[in-house]
């Protein structure tokens, strides 16, 4: 199976429109080299622009919906269209008329056709900017491809284990995570990947943004992890597309040579003493 991560650079000055067509274009240069091909988180804003997110949100079936799922089509690749600032509809009894927003993730078949779309569960910035902005979302989400069961994740979810397990449980034999993370914390992200790829016997696709958003330098640095925590491909920090071909069956073959997640004890059903 072939993946490709592009990492865009997110810049100020480029317009969301400007910057959503020329991600189209990218997406369809994919035809024949990629199955699938991995976008970054809030690519058409930056994760650090929190005040453009209103502004910019969307509806699920908005223009970049459109744009992806007609890119996906002319490529005849699995797209994953990293996620949008997505406006939610309004509840009948909102005051304002306006819906939530969310960090949306939206998974699109080779038709066009949307395979999943993710709400991000774990949303960043301590009580402020995404934490406060942006509603959080509830359900783990798989999508089955021909080759291999993908898991999807979003940025700050790579921060906890439990929504990996959730998805390896669930099925999940690679695990995407699309992202826009901060340079400063660049050893984390390797780190993270990796550990996520080894605790779950399973591939890691990580793909990260370039530029700065709102003053954040971004880390780049899209990363591709097989079962045994070993880097496959990783790219630089400026924008690039990173190809890689790997195995899913890998995943099956490392765990049944050491089947680790058979001796699994503590789970959500265990019961927790707490001291007094």
């Not at 490529?75 to 406006?87: D, K, M, T």
């Not at 939610?88 to 927003?101: I, K, M, V």
């Not at 078949?109 to 402020?128: M, Q, T, V």
Request: net charge negative; charged share 25%; hydrophobic share 40%.
């Amino acid at each position: 199976m072939r993946a490709s991560l592009i990492q865009i650079a997110v810049e100020e000055g480029e317009s969301v429109e400007s910057r959503r067509l020329r991600v189209a274009a990218l997406v369809r240069e994919q035809a024949g080299a990629a199955d699938l091909v991995v976008l970054p988180e809030l690519w058409t804003t930056g994760a650090f622009a929190y005040e453009e997110f209103a502004g910019e949100a969307e509806p699920l079936e908005g223009p970049t919906y459109e744009e992806m799922a007609k890119a996906a089509s002319d490529a005849g690749v699995w797209l994953h269209a990293g996620s949008i600032p997505e406006r939610a509809p309004a509840d009948s009894g909102s005051a304002t008329g306006e819906g939530s927003l969310y960090n949306t993730s939206l998974v699109f078949s080779p038709s066009g056709e949307l395979a999943a779309a993710y709400r991000k569960i774990h949303r960043f910035g301590f009580d402020k900017g995404e934490a406060v902005l942006m509603g959080a979302g509830e359900e783990l989400v798989t999508v089955r491809l021909p080759e291999t069961t993908v898991g999807v994740a979003t940025c700050y979810d790579l921060r906890f284990p439990e929504l990996f397990r959730g998805l390896v449980d669930a099925g999940a034999e690679t695990l995407v995570v699309s992202a826009g993370w901060p340079e400063r914390r660049r050893a984390h992200w390797t780190l993270l990947a990796r550990a996520r790829a080894v605790e779950n016997q399973a591939f890691v696709l990580a793909c990260g943004t370039a530029g700065t958003h709102a003053g954040v330098p971004q880390a780049g640095h899209s990363i591709v992890v097989d079962p045994w925590g070993e880097v496959l491909a990783e790219a630089g920090s400026g924008e690039e597309i990173l190809t890689v071909e790997f195995d899913p069956s890998r995943v099956a073959t490392t765990r049944e040579q050491f089947p680790a997640l058979k001796d699994r004890v503590l789970g959500l059903r265990t019961p927790v003493r707490r001291s007094s």
